[in-house]
């Protein structure tokens, strides 16, 4: 399978306003589960190391690029001078394309499995078939054309949104996904006979199914199961909708791993959040990407751990505290309220209730470091930059401004050394 792989450039198309978002920005750089939309179909498309990946570009191309070079290598670009529709979209493209195969796939909808698209793509090959178009059940209304099939249950045609009346719109209940899978050669030929839609004026790339069951070309579906976590968004709701979905998507796939997640529906996080084994996460807790916690570790309720942060193992995070670019060893305790910013934390260190770094100076974010099992009184407040020698004490209610030695007791505002520490 593998090999196939090698014969199949990823077209992903992102040219489109995104009208129905109401929204300034750029509909594909809308977060979802804190990265961008067009940040799902590119991962999946890299997990399965096609040949090639090409991205049509059109509307504020050059955020939408730049957005895309964050985070990924290597990907071509093609563009949609005139935003004229889907058909053009992928027309634009087929001059980057020198494999047999296109998985063509628009940036606002998206299976969450690779294993979809091994199957869909395995099932294109072994049928020899021109046009292979991804689809799943959904009998609620949806902004999703539809699959109308003939007498023989083969695939006539794909009918917009549109197009619908409420009649059609409850008996056709197979969907298109958005996501497609041609052979390069058809798809060449005959996309340039798609015309215009009467109302919308526009190039539908849905058209071409028509076009291939008039020159009798191979033309199926393949259907994903119920349980295959899938979202599309047009809109604001449905982005919403699709928030639900890769998260829960993504809390199933860390509870099969060993990580205890006690209330998923109030536990917020993203596809760069990563726990170890045997870590339980309360309720209310936000993760947000590029966050590791280690394992045998617990968070929450209500803690909030942003984007840099790394718990180590058999540490605690309790409630309503709030840690950004900040660096825990192995069992640190923190276990009621306070702010971490930009603090590298040693192992051992117990953090008392309310302590604050004051990290921010109004001109850049300073460093604090707290040597392994040093104990921080609660209502600290520390100043950075500064750094807390190893086995130190801090009185409750010290304001830290200065550097404190190790196995030493400073209290105070501003702190100052009450003594030295033994036997610890």
């Known amino acids: 399978m593998s090999k196939s792989f090698k014969l199949i450039t990823g077209v992903v198309l992102a040219a489109g306003k995104g009208v129905r978002m109401n929204s300034q920005l750029p509909?594909?750089?809308?977060?979802?589960?804190?990265?961008?939309?067009?940040?799902?179909?590119?991962?999946?498309?890299?997990?399965?190391?096609?040949?090639?990946?090409?991205v049509v570009l059109g509307h504020r191309k050059e955020e939408v690029k730049e957005e895309i070079a964050k985070e990924f290598k290597g990907v071509n670009f093609a563009y949609q001078r005139v935003l004229n529709g889907s058909a053009k979209a992928l027309e634009s493209a087929l001059r980057y394309v020198d494999t047999p195969y296109l998985l063509v796939m628009?940036?606002?909808?998206?299976?969450?499995?690779?294993?979809?698209?091994?199957?869909?793509i395995?099932?294109?090959?072994?049928?020899?078939?021109?046009?292979?178009?991804?689809?799943r059940e959904s009998p609620s209304p949806s902004s999703l054309g539809r699959i109308v099939r003939d007498s023989r249950d083969e695939i006539l045609e794909i009918r917009e949104e549109v197009d619908l009346d409420r009649k059609n719109t409850l008996s056709l209940k197979e969907v298109n996904t958005g996501i497609y899978i041609f052979n390069r050669e058809e798809l060449s030929k005959e996309i340039?006979?798609?015309?215009?839609?009467?109302?919308k004026k526009e190039y539908f790339l849905t058209d071409i199914i028509g076009i291939f069951r008039k020159k009798n070309y191979k033309v199926k579906a393949f259907k994903a199961g119920e349980r295959e976590a899938f979202y599309s968004v047009n809109s604001l709701k449905d982005l919403i909708e699709a928030e639900k979905v890769v998260r829960t998507y993504l809390i199933e796939a860390l509870i099969d791993k060993g990580v205890r997640i006690l209330d998923p529906q109030t536990t917020f996080l993203g596809p760069k959040t990563f726990i170890g084994k045997n870590s339980i996460i309360y309720p209310f807790t936000f993760l947000e990407n590029n966050v590791k916690i280690g394992n045998s570790c617990g968070v929450g309720p209500f803690v909030h751990l942003r984007e840099g942060t790394v718990i180590g193992d058999n540490s605690y995070i309790g409630n309503f505290a709030e840690l950004v670019r900040t660096r825990l060893s192995s069992g640190v305790k923190m276990k009621h309220f306070g702010y971490l910013g930009d603090a590298e934390v040693g192992s051992k260190v117990n953090i008392g209730a309310g302590v604050v770094t004051a990290n921010f100076d109004g001109k850049k974010k300073n460093k604090t470091k707290?040597?392994?099992?040093?104990?921080?009184?609660?209502?600290t407040i520390i100043v950075a930059p500064v750094k807390i020698g190893k086995s130190a004490f801090t009185g409750a209610g010290s304001v830290i401004t200065k550097d404190v030695r190790g196995k030493t007791l400073v209290v105070g505002v501003p702190a100052k050394k009450v003594r030295e520490v033994k036997n610890v």
């Open 27 to 54: 509909k594909v750089l809308h977060k979802l589960c804190g990265l961008p939309l067009i940040y799902y179909p590119l991962s999946l498309l890299s997990s399965l190391h096609l040949k090639n990946i090409v």
């Open 106 to 120: 628009c940036a606002d909808s998206s299976f969450l499995d690779k294993k979809v698209f091994q199957k869909a």
């Open 122 to 135: 395995s099932f294109h090959i072994s049928e020899r078939n021109v046009c292979t178009v991804l689809s």
């Open 192 to 199: 340039k006979k798609i015309n215009p839609h009467p109302k």
């Open 370 to 379: 707290i040597s392994n099992s040093a104990f921080i009184g609660s209502d």
